[in-house]
Every structure is written in structure tokens, then in C-alpha cells.
């Protein structure tokens, strides 16, 4: 089992910054992939980005491609969403997920998620 703890979200105004990590804990030696996904009211869950867990490569939806930066610190068990330019559309709860295998775009392809953290962005 891998368990996911996300945090820093918050309230930031449109054009401005926010950061939210996810740490991994359990058996992290399993996770091939972490991914971010994110969920407004009354959507479905989205995906945003997601990075390979060893080898590094980044995947970006185009809605936050040159917006958002995914990172890791494997010697942390962290993955981090450096999220810039924030709009208002990009209001919505933030989990991460994680699974064995390579980087995936589908939530149900998911097995591992946190409980979400709240990023809200005025207008």
C-alpha cells in the first residue's frame, strides 16, 4: 500500500503563484508514476500533470502546459506542483495519486490517492 498526504493549497488571487506537494509513504519502492489531478464543482476529476517517479519525465495537460512545473524529491518521497499565471478557472481541489507503473492519464488507472487539498483562485 502507498499512502498520499497533500498540502499548500489555499487562497491566492488570479496571476499569482501557489504550491502543493504530495508525500508519499508505505511502499514507495512500488510507485512507477505520481499524478496530479484536480476536481471543480460539478466536473469530473481532471488530470494535470504527472512525472515518472525514477525516470523524470513530465507530462503536462494543455490547460496548464507552461503554467504549472511537476517535480519530485525521491530522497523526500515528495512531488510537488509549482503552479503559476493561477486563474480563476483553475479553482478546484488538488489530489495526487500514484501507481505501479508508468505515467497514465485516466484516474481509474489510479490506485493510490490523498484526501485533496483546496485551491481556490479570486478574480
Known amino acids: 500500500q502507498v499512502q498520499l498526504v497533500e498540502s499548500g493549497g489555499g487562497l491566492v488571487q488570479a496571476g499569482g503563484s501557489l504550491s502543493v506537494t504530495c508525500v508519499a509513504s508505505?511502499?514507495?519502492?512500488?510507485?512507477?508514476?505520481v499524478g496530479w489531478f484536480r476536481q471543480a464543482p460539478g466536473k469530473k476529476r481532471e488530470f494535470v500533470a504527472a512525472?515518472?517517479?525514477?525516470?523524470?519525465?513530465?507530462y503536462y495537460a494543455d490547460s496548464v502546459k507552461g503554467r504549472f512545473t511537476i517535480s519530485k524529491d525521491n530522497a523526500k518521497n515528495t512531488v510537488y506542483l509549482q503552479m503559476n499565471s493561477l486563474e480563476p478557472e483553475d479553482t478546484a481541489v488538488y489530489y495526487c495519486?500514484?501507481?505501479?507503473?508508468?505515467?497514465?492519464?485516466?484516474?481509474?488507472?489510479?490506485?493510490?490517492w490523498g484526501q485533496g487539498t483546496q485551491v481556490t483562485v479570486s478574480s
Open positions: 508505505g511502499r514507495t519502492f512500488s510507485i512507477g508514476a
Open positions: 512525472i515518472e517517479w525514477n525516470g523524470g519525465s513530465t
Open positions: 495519486a500514484a501507481r505501479a507503473w508508468g505515467v497514465a492519464y485516466n484516474t481509474a488507472q489510479y490506485p493510490y
